[in-house]
């Protein structure tokens, strides 16, 4: 039984094959998509979740130890630092301070010290993850990474998924000799997720957004 006070979205941005990430993390495909004006134009009026609006109602990130360094890796820290943190390791011993990371939100370098979240640890498990949810009381958690998500989704823990396809397919060109792990990091298994049970949606939204890519918008159908 399902006793979580607290509700789970993912907002994830994919190949057309699966993919979040290139092997070696890379993500120039999605953040630095070569013009075409021959791409059907965004839509208007937005029916989904643009990343803002998802954000801002989000309490708890939680990431996984990958995510979290391709997130360092980047000229700034690409959420508001004031969201609680939680990163899941069984290697991370503590977290880099926030402070030393430039803010996404701020138009213009400062030298005023950026919030700190309420809370910003490491945890080694889902059930330390779902302690510590219910001890401060979190309302929304934003999962990130592809290990991570399967994790939520294998307990029947995500709620909600805002779910972006770039129109481009990385391919196998660097999977393994088997042709296994395709051209990246799999946002789900390519071995197929282990739920108990089908996951059904609701279908929200749809969206056409910038650069060809589609934004769909689903709600975890319960019984």
């Not at 792990?181 to 957004?209: A, K, N, Q, Y």
Request: glycine letters at 8%; hydrophobic letters at 35%.
């Amino acid at each position: 039984m399902d006793n979580r006070t607290w509700k789970a979205r993912v907002f994830a941005a994919t190949s057309l094959d699966g993919f979040i990430a290139r092997k070696n993390n890379d993500i120039l495909w999605l953040t630095q998509p070569k013009p075409n004006p021959a791409h059907t134009r965004p839509s208007s009026p937005k029916k989904t979740l643009t990343f803002e609006q998802h954000i801002s109602e989000v309490d708890f990130i939680i990431m996984g130890r990958e995510t979290f360094q391709v997130c360092l890796s980047l000229p700034e820290w690409p959420y508001p630092p004031s969201k609680n943190l939680l990163v899941l390791s069984t290697t991370l011993q503590f977290l880099p301070t926030l402070s030393n990371i430039p803010a996404s939100s701020s138009p213009t370098p400062t030298s005023t010290p950026i919030p700190q979240p309420e809370y910003c640890g490491v945890v080694a498990s889902l059930d330390e993850t779902e302690t510590i949810l219910a001890k401060k009381g979190a309302k929304m958690v934003y999962v990130d990474g592809g290990k991570t998500v399967q994790g939520f989704l294998t307990r029947g823990w995500v709620d909600e998924l805002v779910l972006t396809h770039a129109p481009i397919l990385l391919g196998a060109g660097n999977g393994d000799e088997n042709g296994d792990g395709g051209g990246g990091r799999p946002l789900f298994s390519h071995r197929g997720l282990r739920v108990p049970e089908d996951v059904r949606f609701t279908l929200v939204g749809v969206d056409v957004i910038e650069d060809g890519m589609v934004s769909s918008y689903y709600r975890v159908l319960r019984p």
